[in-house]
């Protein structure tokens, strides 16, 4: 064999996004298969690509008890760019042997038609379509996406071990529209365990400035792995978006290596890296009519803007939103949406009651 057959990468590997983006599924032949570094490779569907360390791709079942499955997913909004990007050159430098794979892992590019029409959705927002949502949609590309996204990641955790704290893993990264007090962020899905120090511990080396608890549950891609298969689940939201090839990966370099630190089975011990602050959702604005106006902030206004008690904050008919604790922040504030739906969330800081309680 010649070292340029050696070096040869199947398109698919060399440049996911691209491939991903031509929109064509790989010769039935080239569809699965393994490298030269021993790592197995399946093309699951367009944007859907699983990767295995050589003993899990020998013996599915052995292996699988004693490595890690990592769920990493970006591009569930086709117009957040910059992860979709790093997700890429994270899978050629697995299938280049350049970045060592000691987990499972399925990639999940999770809106290409959307990422083609460089928007957030086509038909409707994928991730409020989880957990079964789609089923209430009548039709779309959306609700045939997650149908689809749900059972390949069914699959995929099913072959996954169930043993240990952290034998399961889903890292969802996006970037976001809106300016925020803290740039880089986190949302966990609401569980019965509650948050983990597994995942705090990580966040903290993602250099993750603060952590929001959700207190609900949603219909998100991580709410969905996290109830569903009991993943460490949280969706990252990154900084702001940008075409694809204008993004200044620099920003990102810390997430970008605690996800491949991640994949190569190499967290580092826990070393004293500042703990993120944590926000629990306290309550909701909610848009009752097309009368409805934000109040007390411009339309740019920061994510985790903090507001003082008394502060009115929404009017809407005789419904007003009025800031009743000592101190609340604004986040995902947007007035646009339809009556009925959410408008912003309202989050109080409970760092260190959170940190406290975490396990050990
Ligand atoms: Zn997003």
Redesign the pocket.
Known sequence: MTSNAERYLPPMLADFLAFTLAGDPPAVAQARGELANGVCYTWLELGVLQLEPAAAGEAPTEASASVASVLLSAG??GD?TAPIELLSRLVADIAQGTLRLACRVLVVLGNPAAMRAAQ?YVDDDL?RLFCGRHAQLAGGREKARAERLEALTAQFFAQAATLGAAARWHVDM???IRSSVFEQFALLPHTAAGPSRAMFDWLAFAHIAAVLLHTAKGTTYTQFTAETFGALAC?L?LGKVRPFGDNDLSRFTAADNAARALVAGALPPRDGAAMPRVFTVVDQITKHSDAFELLAMGADVPNFTPFAKGTMLARDGTYRYVVERDEERIVFPNPAVKPGLRAALLVIETTSETLAALGA
Request: proline share 0%.
């Open positions: 569930v909004h957040e957030r991730n996006h970037t976001a969706t939201e």
